[in-house]
């Protein structure tokens, strides 16, 4: 069944309040949905789409967020992100988004926060997609708790992150090109609380074919791979914003300013839903499926061309005053099977290649043109006895400049162990620069 929205009333010449409820009439029942007459139209408010709807645009046709009846978070998000269940099979086509300065951050969902979202949805196909406008605050592509995502040929320019996933498993990102203020792409397994609203393990992706264009500034990573840890609750434990406990089979999650300080938790939380203030805590029921890890596993990228200067990929655990991802002395996630392919560095400045700071089982760097950005572990505050960072380094082309050193080992108490194979080092380059952490490097293997 195909239907052209603008045969329920969809139109460049309609507000945006006429047109947020044309094309939710032209959505409802699903099917494949048209936008061919050129122009921009616009939206005034969030529209729906739900199983088995396909939403194509023709050449020339722009969605341009408006605010005539007040701010709003999402342009698009699926119907089951209200209630938590699962929309499945989904495809969105050559969606061009004007955000116009248009946004919200307190969401339809809690800390669901794209311009484009998705939550809790099954087989969903992003193609297409351009938007050159995304202001600070929201990410622009925002997809968490999926099952069989492919998100390709995107365009994306902005202050915030380009495309931010939460827990979920079998993804693809290829043919992507950003110019982002902030991270590019965002694995976030852990995230702030107003972030994602779940969290868990981001696993089985592919990211291939991706350019991060060179802006004035920056902050932030081409990819952020964010992990997390908690523990059960205790009586006299100190809790900060964002931090999670266990109890009763829950997970809870504390709300409070950013500010770092500590609070003692004297009263278990056992509410089944909602917020409940306990000795000054705001305890949150996070009502997703239990677990005490997050992060990132079994991913490869691969063809990733960076031409902006800063921290390519990060691997870590936040520590500061908006969230602590790892609670001290709970279970220690290990990021596991990441692989990296064919990177490829197109400026001169120095500027870390990854930096890993959770541990991490085994990592391996392919056929890369490193050029000056070494690859270095910093601190990561576990308590975990078997510390070993495991890298395999083949076909790569290591060239420094000045006093940059391939590998680096920030962590006292972390064993960097390295096999190199078949790579290119100027003649007399130092491997390794001065360390807090052993480094073991085999070569020629």
Partial sequence: MTKDAGEFG????????????????????????????????????????????????????????????????????????????????IAVENLYLVVNGVGAMDGTVYGLRGHVAFFYVKDLRVTGFRCTDVPAGQYCLHVCTFEDLVIEDVLIRGKK?????????????????????????????????????????????????????????????????????????????????????????????????????????????????????????????????????????????????????????????????????YYPGAPVPVQSRLTFENIRFLYDEEEPFLRIATPIDVLTVRNADVRSNPIRCDRYGTKDPARKARLFVSGCVFAPAGDAKPFANGDAETDMEITVTGCFFPEGTPLCAESAGPIRIRTGL
Wanted: aromatic share 10%; hydrophobic share 35%.
């Fill in 10 to 89: 969809f139109s460049p010449q309609n507000s945006g309040v006429q047109n947020r409820e044309a094309l939710q009439r032209a959505l409802d029942g699903g099917g494949t949905v048209t936008v061919g007459e050129p122009g921009t139209y616009a939206v005034a408010g969030t529209v729906f789409i739900g199983s088995h709807t396909r939403l194509v645009f023709g050449q020339n046709v722009f969605l341009k967020k408006v605010n005539e009846v007040g701010a709003f978070t999402h342009l698009l998000l699926n119907r089951g992100a209200l209630t938590k269940t699962y929309d499945e099979h």
């Fill in 161 to 325: 992150d380009g495309i931010h996933l939460g827990r979920g498993k079998r993804f693809t990102i290829r043919g992507a090109v950003f110019e982002t203020f902030d991270d590019a792409i965002a694995l976030n397994g852990h995230d702030y609380d107003t972030a994602n609203p779940e969290i868990g393990w981001i696993e089985d992706g592919v990211i291939e074919n991706c350019h991060d264009l060179r802006a004035e500034d920056t902050t932030g990573y081409f990819c952020r791979l964010l992990a997390g840890g908690w523990r059960d609750w205790t009586e006299g434990m100190a809790v900060r914003n964002g931090d999670v406990a266990v109890s009763g089979g829950r997970m809870y999650r504390v709300r409070s300013d950013a500010s770092g300080v500590e609070v003692i938790s004297s009263t278990r939380p056992t509410h089944e839903a909602g917020v409940r203030v306990l000795d000054g805590i705001q305890w949150a029921v996070m009502d997703q499926p239990l677990t005490y890890t997050a992060g990132v596993r079994n991913v490869t990228f691969r063809d990733i061309f960076l031409e902006k200067p800063r921290t390519a990929f990060s691997i870590h655990f936040d520590n500061d005053e908006y969230s602590r991802s």
